[in-house]
T-cell receptor, first 113, second 116 residues
Framework: QQQVKQSPQSLIVQKGGISIINCAYE??????FPWYQQFPGKGPALLIA?????SEKKEGRFTISFNKSAKQFSLHIMDSQPGDSATYFC????????????FGKGTKLSVKP | NAGVMQNPRHLVRRRGQEARLRCSPM?????VYWYRQLPEEGLKFMVY????????ESGMPKERFSAEFPKEGPSILRIQQVVRGDSAAYFC??????????????FGPGTRLTVL
């Protein structure tokens, strides 16, 4: 059973455009939602994270929007650049859990110049 | 401050051999997590360890897989009698503590295991 569903699987955006990646979760015990960026041959790197007590968090060109009632959260990349081309993973971790993250299947983003 | 280190970066084994993957957490980190990533898939949790203790191994296959994090030295993920289905990227992550569930996990570059 997939606990974090991510879409789309792949995304092509023009340089300067907005990239939007969506995730939905089922377990209401989740209370930490990070996004990771992964380049080919590299390990995932934390991009931005949010807790469910806020509806939005912005860091530079990256924004997480969080809808607790719908159990959905999304990553917005403003002014997308070719250097943003990577695979993005959303994840979730449960309150009081032993700390392991549950990942979505990833979105491969390509930003065309 | 060096990041999480994993070695080897690439490992080729024949079916039936043993694979040993090593992970050195970031300095000051005492918690280690192992994840497996199959091609075109997200990361799947395998095991969570603290020094000399396995805290959660709910994601670890029941047979052939084991993990340890000794008092001295790196964490080791061991796969005995490898099969082709074990071919994947194995990532290690570390975090400083579990005082808060919001502590970031820092990932290493991974070990890519290929079973021939």
């Amino acid at each position: 059973q997939q606990q974090v569903k991510q879409s789309p699987q792949s995304l092509i955006v023009q340089k300067g455009g907005i990239s939007i990646i969506n995730c939905a979760y089922e377990n209401t015990a989740f209370d930490y939602f990070p996004w990771y960026q992964q380049f080919p041959g590299k390990g995932p790197a934390l991009l931005i994270a949010i807790r469910p007590d806020v509806s939005e968090k912005k860091e530079g060109r990256f924004t997480i929007s969080f809808n607790k009632s719908a159990k959905q959260f999304s990553l917005h990349i403003m002014d997308s650049q070719p250097g943003d081309s990577a695979t993005y993973f959303c994840a979730a971790r449960g309150r009081g859990s032993q700390g392991n993250l549950i990942f979505g299947k990833g979105t491969k983003l390509s930003v065309k110049p | 401050n060096a990041g999480v280190m994993q070695n080897p970066r690439h490992l080729v084994r024949r079916r039936g051999q043993e694979a040993r993957l090593r992970c050195s957490p970031m300095k000051g980190h005492s918690h280690v997590y192992w994840y497996r990533q199959l091609p075109e898939e997200g990361l799947k949790f395998m095991v969570y360890l603290q020094k000399e203790n396995i805290i959660d191994e709910s994601g670890m296959p029941k047979e052939r897989f084991s993990a340890e994090f000794p008092k001295e030295g790196p964490s080791i993920l061991r796969i005995q009698q490898v099969v082709r289905g074990d071919s994947a990227a194995y990532f290690c992550a570390s975090s400083p503590s579990m005082v808060s569930s919001y502590n970031e996990q820092f990932f290493g570059p991974g070990t890519r295991l290929t079973v021939l």
